[in-house]
Each structure stands twice: as structure tokens, then as C-alpha cells.
């Protein structure tokens, strides 16, 4: 276990972020013993979803954040979701050291335009399994 004191769950941006007090919202993390189960999953959700809809090499002072779902063009993915599978898995396990045993998978919806995500994971510090889904839209107006 991971002593309460070097949890690396911090003070970051929220996810999406959010204007608050005339200025931008961070986390709030509570730390120690104040930091509960169901807030850490939130906190990690929050980062998953920022992991997956940012585009690698957009954030100027850490190009390898994010992940590279948007170079697979969607005809590719209604053959193939393998790529998409590979883009989302690898970049999660690079960028995300709080959880292990990554899964995805997939639901294409395109007569709507767009992919639902469904990512399954083990949270390291509490072992307890947990499940997120991510709608990424193929175009802006959707």
C-alpha cells in the first residue's frame, strides 16, 4: 500500500475544466485519511477522459499526453477496432500509474457518428475494479 502522505492523486485541473471564483478550478484533492474511495475513482475518471480526448502532441510541454485515437479514420475502425484498442491501452498505461489491467472495448454507433469506449481497469491503491465509458464523437457537430 501506498502511504497516505505519497498518494498521487493531487491537485490538478478538473477534467473538464471548469471556471470557478473568476478563475479555474482545481481538484480540491483531500489528502490522507480525508480521501475516500469514491472520490479517488472520480479523480481517475477525470484523468481517463482527459488521457483519451486529447490528441498527442497538443499539450506543448508534454507531447506524449494523450492518445492517438484521432489518425485512425472511422472506415478503418468499422473493419478493424484493433487499432483503436491498441491507441487507447497504450496510452492509458503510459500516462495513467494508478490503475493496472487495462481493458477496452468497443461499440461503433455510426449512424450517430460516434464510439462508445468502454475502458475496465483495477485501481492500484484501493484493488478494486471499476469501468468507465468515453462517447467519442467523429465530428465536432455531433
Known sequence: AIPNEQ??????????????????AFSGAPKGENMNDTYRRRVIR????????????TWIMRRRFGSRMIEVPF???????????????EAITRQEKRVTGVR???KLIPEE???????S?????????DT?????????AA
Not at 490538478?12 to 475544466?17: D, L, N, T
Open 7 to 24: 498518494d498521487p492523486v493531487g491537485n490538478g485541473f478538473r477534467y473538464p475544466i471548469q471556471i470557478s471564483n473568476g478563475g479555474i
Open 46 to 57: 477525470q484523468s481517463l477522459s482527459q488521457i483519451i480526448a486529447t490528441a498527442t502532441s
Open 75 to 89: 472506415m478503418v475502425l468499422r473493419d478493424s477496432p484493433a487499432f483503436l484498442e491498441r491507441y487507447v491501452i
Open 104 to 106: 477496452t472495448d468497443f
Open 113 to 119: 457518428g460516434r464510439i462508445d469506449i468502454s475502458v
Open 121 to 129: 481497469y483495477t485501481i492500484i491503491r484501493i484493488g478494486s475494479a
Open 132 to 140: 468507465m465509458t468515453y462517447p467519442w464523437y467523429l465530428n465536432e
